[in-house]
């Protein structure tokens, strides 16, 4: 079946240091990957996304790469800034595109 | 460019009492998806339509129930509210299972 584990939380870092979220997913085949944004009381938001193996999706100083011979999505940031301060979802899309398997979202708190 | 929207932004319903949901997906999107996210959860898969014909069904009570209209928004519709049934719940719409994108939700709280 298709799953995705996510790293625990919750994350605390200082301004400007470098962010890691590991991801990693089981999944039939070869699905989409994507890391989702949920800021306080809103609705999820797409960070980035990855349709194939290799590829790397970006946004907002936000990098993550298809690594499909070790099934992971990590999320990185050079420099986090407080703004960065919310929950983080990876997430896959099944082949027919019917359904997204969360992880269980990572917390990051940025502080000055 | 236009997003998926969804009404109400707040509910606040009784015990045993009825909700209805609505989603408006972004313009020539054929696939509407239903999500619940509990407090501090991840969101759960709850049911999808493909061309208003349901596509696929996840971890949906029997007391809840969805569809997709003529001009493609959708509804879902809650009955007989539990305390439990207090979440945030999420529409998303995609095109053929691309793009997909997420509204703001609805955030139900049952008292």
């Known amino acids: 079946g298709n799953s995705v584990t996510q790293m625990e939380g919750p994350v605390t870092l200082s301004e400007e240091a470098f962010l890691t979220i590991n991801c990693t997913y089981t999944a039939t085949g070869y699905p989409s990957l994507f890391w989702y944004v949920q800021y306080p009381g809103e609705g999820l938001q797409l960070l980035l996304k990855?349709?194939?193996?290799?590829d790397k999706g970006s946004n907002k100083g936000f990098e993550a790469t298809y690594r499909k011979e070790t099934t992971s999505f990590h999320l990185e940031k050079g420099s986090v800034q407080v703004s960065d301060s919310a929950v983080y979802f990876c997430?896959?899309?099944?082949?027919?595109?019917?359904?997204?398997?969360f992880g269980t979202g990572t917390s990051l708190t940025v502080i000055p | 460019a236009a997003g998926v929207i969804q009404s109400p932004r707040h509910l606040i319903k009784e015990k045993r009492e009825t909700a209805t949901l609505k989603c408006y997906p972004i313009?020539?999107?054929?696939?509407v998806y239903w999500y619940q996210q509990g407090p501090g959860q991840d969101p759960q898969f709850l049911i999808s339509f493909y061309e208003k014909m349901q596509s696929d069904k996840g971890s949906i009570p029997d007391r809840f129930s969805a569809q997709q209209f003529s001009d493609y928004h959708s509804e879902l519709n809650m009955s007989s509210l539990e305390l439990g049934d207090s979440a945030l719940y999420f529409c998303?719409?995609?095109?053929?299972?691309?793009?997909?994108?997420f509204g703001s939700g609805t955030r139900l709280t049952v008292v």
């Open positions: 997430a896959l899309s099944n082949l027919t595109g019917n359904q997204f398997y």
């Open positions: 998303a719409s995609s095109l053929g299972g691309d793009g997909y994108t």
């Open positions: 313009p020539r999107h054929d696939t």
């Open positions: 990855a349709t194939k193996a290799d």
